[in-house]
């Protein structure tokens, strides 16, 4: 079924900040930055729903606490003019925060996902959003994360979670597409409209 990106359907970064510029370890993902700006520009551009998802951290001594440095959202990542910002303090950006209310209000059906990090609260967001009804998208080339120990110690790589989270929710809970998708969308939309101007 062909990607349809309409006024129903918003886009949400989630917790781009500058709090995990701090860990050690590499994303897998250097391009993160790069397909998040093209994403919000080209959204902007369409005049679709958008709300941005920041992390406030209540655990003592965290870099997500609000008033630390790492809490604050990358450059080129912060809301413009009266783009909302919803705050959450769990990974689910629907726990304890009003987006479900906020995205009901404006007719959203479908939401579009992408941001830090992957196996984490896109995840978590992802899944929730699916079980409360909404048509769920993940934008698997504008999310990353990082590498993780298992139980025993071992070092599981970045590239291997990511991969074998976005196929987890592509089986069950979200269709997991590129910035290039989106983007050839918004293009081909926008193109519609203007010769239908």
Partial sequence: MPLVLDARTALIPIDMQRGFDLDPARSNNPAIEANGRRLLSAWRAAGLPLIHVRHDSVKPGSVFAPGQPGNALRPGFEPQGSEPL??????????????????????????????????????????????????????????????????????I?????????????????????????????????????????
């Fill in 86 to 155: 919803v705050t959450k303090s769990v990974n689910a950006a629907f726990i304890g925060t009003d987006l479900d209310l906020r995205l009901r209000r404006l007719g959203v059906e479908q939401v579009v996902l992408f941001g830090l990090v992957t196996d984490m609260c896109v995840s978590t967001t992802a899944r929730v959003a699916a079980n409360l009804g909404y048509r769920t998208v993940v934008v698997g080339d504008a999310c990353a994360c990082f590498a993780l120990p298992d139980a025993d110690g071992r070092l």
């Fill in 157 to 197: 790589a970045a590239e291997e979670i990511h991969r074998a989270h976005l196929a987890t929710l592509r089986a069950e809970f979200a269709r997991v597409v590129d910035t290039a998708d989106v983007l050839a969308v918004l293009g081909a939309r926008g193109h519609a409209e203007a010769a239908a101007a």
